[in-house]
């Protein structure tokens, strides 16, 4: 009798087990279409949320980790997804999907930035030369990057980020960990695509700088 209920409860689990992978490969198949995503949020569907959920929710956390630090990641997560919950039926679709989702965050995470440290965080990138003589220096990009990452170790390169603002932190993320265009960059944070090209070289150079001057107090040391 026992090897039977053992043996029912093994068929209950590898049913339960099939039924979660064809839930899931459904929801994919359901969900490739971005138009039938955003009619079945604006529906309520359950199983259109736990795609979105699934596919964005981290990409949240690991942005609001950037802006913000470690604190209160989980909070903005989870306001982000109520305030897609409150908005999806305002959503024109002058934008992707995604584009409209990371504005809300960054607005989630500046009001958590300005809660929790007293002040606004404005998206100011005026500092950034937008010349033409400056931007034929972009294809040095990827020079810069690779020099940056061969010559300094893991935690020397996360201090130096750290040290950045939470805009420039949060600029480097999307282009260079979610891997966004400039373009897709500049329609998230309201700026033309050859301001977000000029700030993120300008953010390189200060990390190498940075970087430099480190090493150099360590070896003074």
């Known amino acids: 009798m026992k090897r039977l209920e053992s043996s029912n409860n093994s068929s209950r689990m590898d049913i339960n087990s099939q039924n979660e992978r064809f839930d899931e490969n459904v929801s994919q198949n359901n969900w490739c279409s971005e138009d039938r995503l955003i009619k079945a949020l604006r529906k309520g569907d359950e199983n259109a949320y736990r795609f979105l959920y699934k596919t964005y929710a981290s990409k949240i956390g690991a942005l609001a980790k950037s802006f913000m630090g470690s604190d209160d990641v989980d909070d903005v997560i989870q306001e982000v997804f109520l305030k897609i919950y409150k908005n999806i039926k305002k959503f024109r ?52 990057q690779e020099n940056v990452a061969n010559e300094f170790s893991y935690e020397k390169l996360r201090k130096a980020i750290e040290r950045l603002s939470p805009t420039d932190r ?24 050859g301001t977000v090209k000029s700030r993120l070289h300008y953010i390189k150079k200060e990390l190498r700088t940075a970087l430099k001057e480190e090493s150099l107090n360590e070896y003074n040391e």
Request: with cysteine.
């Open 93 to 144: 679709g002058e934008s992707r999907l995604s584009t409209w989702i990371y504005k809300i965050a960054i607005n989630v995470c500046r009001d958590h930035y300005k809660k929790y440290k007293g002040r606004d965080v404005l998206i100011d990138l005026s500092e950034t030369n937008d010349s033409d003589e400056y931007q034929t220096q972009y294809s040095t990009d990827e020079d810069i």
């Open 170 to 193: 949060m600029i480097l993320y999307m282009k260079e960990v979610d891997g966004l265009t400039y373009s897709e960059i500049g329609k998230i944070i309201d700026k033309p695509e």
